[in-house]
């Protein structure tokens, strides 16, 4: 069984070929796939989750990634998001390849929105805001820009306006100005993209900032009491999601407004097996606002774990 650390997952998994990897993984679909989250209360007061994902393509490769996520590791020296992933061959269950699950998760992440974005940011995006200074941060930025190179302002923003800071400072693109910023209603305001990756639990994102033709891609909200929007946000937009079933019932920035009668499910145009299969069609004018919510899974992380077994090859 090979061993790939950190260095090599992030080497192999540049965002071009990860974002394709992923087009055609949603073509393909999975034959199994499901999402186990166990949850203990951290000394903080918050929440400490274990995140168990497996998928299985049938006569092609079984994956499970056992991820952890411990808010309050932020600041330390040791990351919020610790994980790791097994690969198996789906034909014999040989165990093949144990993978940096942490490097996986960021790249499988940050690909998997700006997979969405190539269908539902405007073609022309010149500006976006990132909502959170976290790890993933700079991995959407970079995923995003990868997807619309045309993107020349980034505004980054954080609760602890420090941590932006030290991304803008940090992240280099060329081209690109990065900047932290403490106001951000007014980013938003000017901002053609909006990635919010923060583990809020009340929104931080309103519709009415949303400007005509932008583009809000939610990422942090993985449980049904997380939230980074708020019903504005789904009532002026076409709402899309990575996955019909799941993030429906199981991300609040959904189900909460399905449950509040704001959404019906029936109103969520498509999602990405759909738009990849070009059975459904993403942004349809420069003016209309487009709602993606990133609800992650296993699928995802087989996509990404099988690129980086292709390329050990």
């Known amino acids: 069984m090979r061993v790939v650390d950190a260095e090599q997952v992030h080497a192999l998994l540049d965002y071009p070929s990860t974002v394709a990897a992923l087009r055609e993984l949603y073509r393909r679909g999975v034959d199994a796939d499901e999402s186990i989250i166990v949850s203990q209360p951290s000394p903080s007061g918050a929440r400490d989750d274990l995140i168990i994902l ?57 690909a998997n929105s700006a997979l969405a974005a190539s269908y539902l940011a405007r073609a022309d995006a010149l500006t976006m805001t990132m909502v959170g200074a976290g790890s993933l941060g700079p991995h959407v930025i970079m995923a995003h820009r990868a997807v619309r190179p045309s993107i020349r302002q980034v505004w980054v923003w954080n609760r602890t306006h420090a941590h932006a800071e030290r991304l803008a400072r940090d992240l280099a693109l060329p081209g690109v100005r990065i900047q932290a910023t403490a106001d951000l209603e007014a980013a938003v305001r000017a901002s053609d993209v909006v990635a919010c990756a923060t583990a809020a639990t009340a929104p931080m994102v309103l519709g009415k900032w949303l400007k005509p033709g932008a583009h809000l891609d939610l990422i942090g909200g993985y449980t049904r009491d997380m939230r980074e ?85």
């Not at 590791?73 to 990351?79: L, Q």
């Not at 994980?83 to 699950?101: E, F, K, P, R």
Request: proline share 4%.
């Open 54 to 110: 497996p998928a299985w393509q049938r006569g092609r490769h079984i994956g499970i990634k056992i991820v952890n996520v411990f808010p309050d590791n932020a600041g330390t020296p040791r990351p919020t998001i610790i994980g790791s992933y097994l690969l198996i061959d789906g034909a014999t269950g040989v165990h093949l390849a144990l993978m940096d699950g942490t490097a996986l998760t960021l790249r499988k992440t940050a």
């Open 229 to 313: 929007s708020d019903d504005d946000c789904v009532r002026r937009a076409r709402v899309f999601v990575d996955g019909r079933a799941r993030v429906a019932e199981e991300c609040g920035d959904l189900c909460q407004p399905i449950a509040a009668g704001v959404l019906h499910p029936e109103a969520i145009v498509a999602d990405l097996f759909e738009l990849a299969r070009g059975e459904k069609q993403g942004r349809s004018d420069d003016r209309e606002i487009t709602f993606f919510k990133n609800g992650g899974g296993g699928h995802q992380d087989l996509g990404c774990a099988q690129l980086v077994w292709q390329r050990m090859a």
